[in-house]
């Protein structure tokens, strides 16, 4: 199995460079005109139809089970070597290094109840690259912050085919 190692440095919302997370994170503050969280209904897909590859949703569930699903994943999100798909929960994902970073990023989003943007400093067998990453408060119902919008821009194609290939032959 690949070896790996994350690290998420919280940069400040206004330096929001990548197209596709700009235009998520000003139609998410337009649509939440000031309250901490928009409601999962209210999201128009139209709207940020840029950035649909690039996001995940993420709920909190107490049935089939308590965990982290994995509500929507877009193409660019979706990783089956390590069980990011549609449906899936967080605490199965694998690697380890993985499912600990992204249950604690995805964790502490749904605590802190704040739109959160990153740099994430990756390491995956001895390769180097880093990516940028928009967690965006959500909820299914009521004022309770019980899902994320996760936003992803990662690098050039080619170095995620070549992490891709690895992870397939590991």
């Not at 993420?58 to 089956?80: W, Y």
């Not at 928009?134 to 004022?143: E, H, T, Y």
């Amino acid at each position: 199995m690949a070896t790996g190692n994350l690290r998420a440095i919280e940069r400040p919302l206004d330096a929001i460079e990548e197209k596709p997370l700009a235009q998520l994170y000003a139609y998410w503050r337009a649509t939440a005109a000031g309250r901490p969280i928009i409601h999962n209904k209210e999201l128009r897909p139209e709207n940020f139809a840029t950035a649909l590859q690039h996001i995940a949703i993420v709920e909190r569930t107490e049935t089939p089970r308590a965990g982290l699903r994995i509500r929507l994943c877009g193409a660019d999100m979706e990783n089956r070597a390590f069980g990011i798909v549609r449906g899936a929960y967080l605490e199965d994902v694998v690697p380890q290094w993985y499912r600990t970073h992204v249950l604690g990023e995805v964790g502490g989003a749904l605590a802190r109840c704040v739109p959160i943007h990153q740099r994430v400093e990756a390491e995956l067998d001895g390769q180097n690259f880093a990516f940028t990453r928009l967690l965006l408060p959500l909820s299914s119902g009521g004022p309770v912050c019980d899902m994320v919008l996760v936003a992803t821009v990662r690098p050039s194609d080619h170095v995620v085919n070549a992490i891709r290939a690895r992870l397939s032959l590991a």
